[in-house]
């Protein structure tokens, strides 16, 4: 299968599929249960929030030996009973032993979407099910309103017991209080600036 463009890809597709894409298309979609999901490029308000995110949760201390914070980076999910992956905005995960392997869901302990209108029931509906099922044990999203402020920022932990994420806290006071593997306040206004 040769795939120049995104115009002429399959409607379900393996992993082994998506690997051999050229990088340029493959970073144009996610896979959800086998099935090709297009992504739009996200604004540059967006953009902006996550990659500060990231810098801000890269600066402050942390409960594990060594951490890596990365945006928009590929985690397998699962394989099982059909190859998913998603690429979150932010993604906080344990430091891997070879330079250069593909990130696992077992490796990840905070994944971060940045959620407009537009894209508001996807991150709080299907991603956060895929996220806990994954057992990811923290998400995060930070959510803006219609002119790229941040309203809020929702923590989900996850009940391991019962695969999903329970709200932990609403973070509307102009700050994030992180309290889990990274540790340290993050101000709204220096991620919208």
Known sequence: MTIQSPDHLPHEMTEEQYRRLPEGVAREIEVVHGHVIFCESPVPEHNRVARRL????EELPSTEPCIRV?????V???RIPKFT???????VYCCLPERGAKLEAGDVLIVVEVSSPPTAAEDLLDKKVQYARAGIPLYLVVVLDTKFDIEEVREFRLDAHAAEYR??????DGFVRLEHVVLGDISFA???R
């Open 70 to 74: 990365e945006t928009d980076i590929d």
């Open 167 to 172: 709200l932990h806290r609403l973070h509307r």
């Open 76 to 78: 397998v999910l699962w």
């Open 54 to 57: 990231a810098s801000s949760m």
């Open 85 to 91: 992956f998603r690429r979150p905005d932010v993604t």
């Open 190 to 192: 220096d991620l919208v």
